[in-house]
């Protein structure tokens, strides 16, 4: 996850004083540092608003009016004990976002000598329970997540399934922006209106005169300083030819344009008149495109915008999202070719070494724009692609690795591929059976816990190859 989009959570907690005659006046204290200690573990990795520990509905109430006005992306409730669910309806009455029921196990061993009053104080699994049979009554969509504070392996499964809560978010709210239509022909890329809307996602079209005076009012003294911060980069070796200015120039057409438009992601269809057939503008957009993922707005190229979209899912769970194609299966050791044409994320490059070259395989009107090539980092990946169906959209995902291999004469980011779930001949079977778009997004680690809770947050058909 990269730390510009460090995830805005709220937390909720409950108490319930009808046991306060039995447990005694220590009890409310006892309880109400519990819920602090819960909130200061998720306060490690999250920006967390506090929405108070419910004990009335009055509070409800206060908790609600709160959380109406705070712009959080996910909101974990946590009880402390068994509390009545009504009180958390009402505080939840004006949450857009994912809702997360932690139920915060802390008794790791139950002493033989326990007794009633004992069990009351660890009852969040009661708590959780009744708040997520309320949910399920009306159908509202929410995760469960049963994790032992101090269990380092419970904290990374917490950690994880509240991110994918946050991706499930910026999935329905996301704002696209479309600089050129798709390569007329390309069907499995085109999307509409009514299939964005349906997710959530707003799409804002940028005309070719928009382009076009953005491009032109660039100050030439921010173009060089451009290049100047790209060349003074450690690990990064950037290429004398090529249309460098220009390139630079374009790249920071795109930030100004995402910028304006407060775009989360994004397309661009640079065989087209808006870029490489463009009379003033002539070149790719590779560059632009490299630093908006590393920025962590994923851009897509020939206008393929669920690709971006699976490119948002992969660098909000990951941290890393490769725009790229499943170009070839090498039979003889079970991999395929996984490479794009000359657009990837950076954090996605072995080492840290990237080149920026000139793009000479895909060269303009003006002349062969500067895009970046790097050898894939070895270790666990997952491929992701989104396409909307007329049943909705779908989820699509593969688990595998990159291996060490590359090929420094491509030019792009590229690497080999090997699927975690059978012989290649099988997965590939498979991967084309479920329906992807030709470009998928290719996100770090293994992701077979977060995808599956942002496909039933944001009502996805999810396929795992």
Request: proline share 6%.
């Amino acid at each position: 996850m990269p730390d510009a989009a460090r995830p805005k959570i709220g937390f909720l907690s409950a108490f319930y004083g009808a046991y306060d005659d039995v447990m005694g006046a220590g009890f409310r204290p006892l309880q109400s540092q519990t819920a602090a200690r819960n909130r200061a573990l998720l306060e490690r990795d999250f920006e967390v608003t506090d929405f108070g520990v419910v004990s009335s509905f009055d509070e409800a109430e206060i908790s609600a009016r709160r959380i109406a006005s705070e712009a959080v992306e996910a909101l974990i409730y946590a009880p402390t004990m068994v509390a009545p669910p009504e009180w958390i309806e009402v505080a939840l009455r004006a949450a857009t976002c994912p809702i997360i029921i932690w139920s915060a196990t802390r008794l790791l061993s139950l002493p033989s000598s326990l007794d009633h009053l004992g069990a009351t104080v660890h009852t969040s699994l009661v708590g959780a329970t009744m708040l997520a049979n309320c949910l399920v009554r009306r159908q509202q969509p929410f995760v469960v997540v049963d994790a032992v504070p101090e269990n380092s392996a419970d904290e990374v499964r917490l950690k994880r399934t509240v991110i994918a809560a946050v991706a499930a978010r910026r999935l329905s709210t996301a704002v696209a922006l479309r600089v050129g239509a798709p390569i007329p022909g390309y069907r499995d890329v085109e999307t509409t209106t009514k299939e964005l809307s349906a997710v959530g996602i707003r799409e804002i079209e940028v005309s070719v005169a928009q382009l076009e005076r953005t491009f032109a009012a660039i100050p030439a003294r921010d173009v060089k300083t451009e290049l100047t911060a790209l060349r003074s980069r450690a690990q990064w070796r950037v290429s004398s030819t090529g249309a460098a200015e220009a390139s630079a120039r374009l790249a920071l057409t795109l930030r100004l344009l995402t910028h304006e438009h407060g775009a989360t992601l994004g397309t661009v269809n640079c065989h087209s008149g808006w870029f490489r057939q463009h009379n003033q503008i002539g070149i790719v957009a590779c560059l632009g495109v490299s630093l908006l993922h590393e920025a962590g707005i994923p851009f897509s190229c020939t206008g393929d915008l669920p690709a971006a979209i699976a490119g948002l899912l992969a660098k909000t769970l990951s941290g890393s999202s490769l725009y790229c194609e499943l170009y070839a299966r090498e039979p003889k050791a079970d991999q395929f070719l996984i490479a794009a044409g000359g657009e990837g994320d950076p954090s996605w490059a072995a080492d840290g070494n990237v080149e920026v070259v000139a793009n000479e395989y895909y060269p303009g009107l003006c002349g062969a724009g500067l895009g970046v090539r790097f050898a894939l980092q070895r270790g666990p990946a997952t491929l992701i692609s989104m396409t909307p169906t007329t049943q909705g959209w779908r989820l699509i995902w593969a688990p595998g690795a990159i291996t060490e291999r590359s090929f420094p004469s491509l030019d792009g980011p590229n690497g080999m591929f090997q699927f975690a779930t059978g012989p290649g001949q099988r997965a590939a079977e498979q991967w084309v059976t479920a329906g992807p778009t030709h470009h998928p997004a290719l996100a770090r680690g293994h992701l077979d816990l977060e995808l599956p809770i942002v496909a039933k947050l944001a009502n996805l058909k999810n396929v795992r190859v």
